[in-house]
């Protein structure tokens, strides 16, 4: 199956080869051919000049459209040039390559996404603030309410989708909450979900923009958009 590994990166300069030197080596590792791809969001420090100089493949946004837009672009490729499986993978370095594998093999298996989830089963050492972790629980709650399946890690960037959503996401995308939300779409659309569980790391350099007074903000925001998106009618496209 022809995998595409999309990294969405915005003021990384201190991670990304790192990042990218991880799926590099997950190939040598497993004698893998996974291609990948960065998105530089419209970095202002030198993101992309790394890339440029280190043969990385990259696609540069001349402006900062945020996660929902990088990611977006990323998914457009993959659906252009055919790929079946394309799975995101942050390029800040928390994201564990060793599960990739096993992403693959959910899909291979017959689901349409699946989730690196650091709470279906709690593997990963590393957690996220008390105040991020409540939040991840009241998205989860409400989740479960508005649609009847249980999310344990709805926030999680490091996802999996087969090759019928990558038409769906290339064409449609939540641009403000794109996890919580392309989740919530995904289940009302009758799509086939699975969490798996997956190690994430701390990152090594730079610190999350998300910060406590945000997360708080982000969390009631997202809030909100989850129960709007689960009122709408849901339906798979016949596209």
Do not use: W
């Amino acid at each position: 199956m022809k995998v595409l590994v999309i990294i969405p990166a915005y003021n990384e300069e201190l991670n990304i080869q790192n990042t990218v030197n991880k799926i590099i080596n997950y190939n040598k590792k497993n004698k893998n051919t996974i291609d990948y791809v960065v998105i530089n969001d419209g970095s202002t420090d030198k993101t992309y000049d790394i890339c440029l100089n280190n043969n990385i493949n990259v696609i540069n946004l001349i402006h900062n459209l945020g996660i929902g837009g990088a990611v977006q672009t990323g998914y457009k490729y993959a659906y252009e040039n055919n790929y079946d499986i394309a799975i995101q993978f942050d390029g800040d370095g928390q994201h564990d390559e060793n599960y990739i594998d096993e992403l693959i093999k959910q899909i291979a298996s017959g689901y349409n996404f699946v989730i690196g989830s650091r709470f279906v089963k709690k593997i990963s050492k590393f957690q996220s603030s008390t105040t991020r972790r409540l939040g991840i629980k009241i998205l989860s709650f409400l989740i479960k309410i508005f649609t009847g399946k249980k999310i344990y890690d709805p926030t999680s960037g490091f996802r999996a989708i087969d090759k019928a959503v990558i038409k769906l996401f290339s064409k449609n995308y939540p641009v403000e909450y794109p996890e919580p939300e392309s989740t919530v779409n995904l289940i009302r659309k009758g799509y086939k979900i699975k969490e798996i569980p997956v190690e994430m790391h701390e990152r090594k350099y730079g610190t999350s923009s998300i910060k406590p007074f945000k997360s708080i903000y982000y969390m009631f925001s997202v809030s909100l958009s989850i129960i709007i998106t689960s009122i709408v009618k849901g339906g798979k496209d016949n596209e």
